[in-house]
Nanobody, 129 residues
Framework: QVQLVESGGGSVEAGRSLRLSCAAS???????YGWFRQAPGKEQEGVAA????????VYADSVKGRFTISRDDTKNTVDLQMNSLQPGDTAVYYC???????????????????????WGQGTQVTVSS
């Protein structure tokens, strides 16, 4: 049984940092892990994703240079370091895992919610100005 459990959300002022963590277990066939977010009244948005091996990483343009996705093999987590947070980053953040094949289209697919198979329950991030 695949389990994805997010932690690390909270409320911070603009310019500060947060680190989200996703404890992942049970998905032997997962090729890709990603972070997504959904703000009130908006569609779900892909934020960052990486292959299981860590060999490929992709970021949404809105977070490039500020967010970093990484793996911690000792803890079996996929983490999202978020720096220079802005009020526009306020959303519920979700960890997700996918089993799709890694090919030349990976970087395009990896930020699409529809191709991900398993989802965590979400964690709230609120950034005040």
């Amino acid at each position: 049984q695949v389990q994805l459990v997010e932690s690390g959300g909270g409320s911070v002022e603009a310019g500060r940092s947060l680190r989200l963590s996703c404890a992942a277990s049970g998905c032997r066939g997962c090729s890709t892990y990603g972070w997504f977010r959904q703000a009130p009244g908006k569609e779900q948005e892909g934020v960052a994703a990486m292959t299981r091996s860590g060999g490929r990483i992709v970021y949404a343009d809105s977070v490039k240079g500020r967010f970093t996705i990484s793996r911690d093999d000792t803890k079996n987590t996929v983490d999202l370091q978020m720096n220079s947070l802005q009020p526009g980053d306020t959303a519920v953040y979700y960890c997700a895992a996918a089993t799709f094949w890694i090919d030349d289209r990976w970087s395009t697919k990896a930020l699409l919610p529809d191709v991900f198979d398993f989802w965590g329950q979400g964690t709230q991030v609120t950034v005040s100005s």
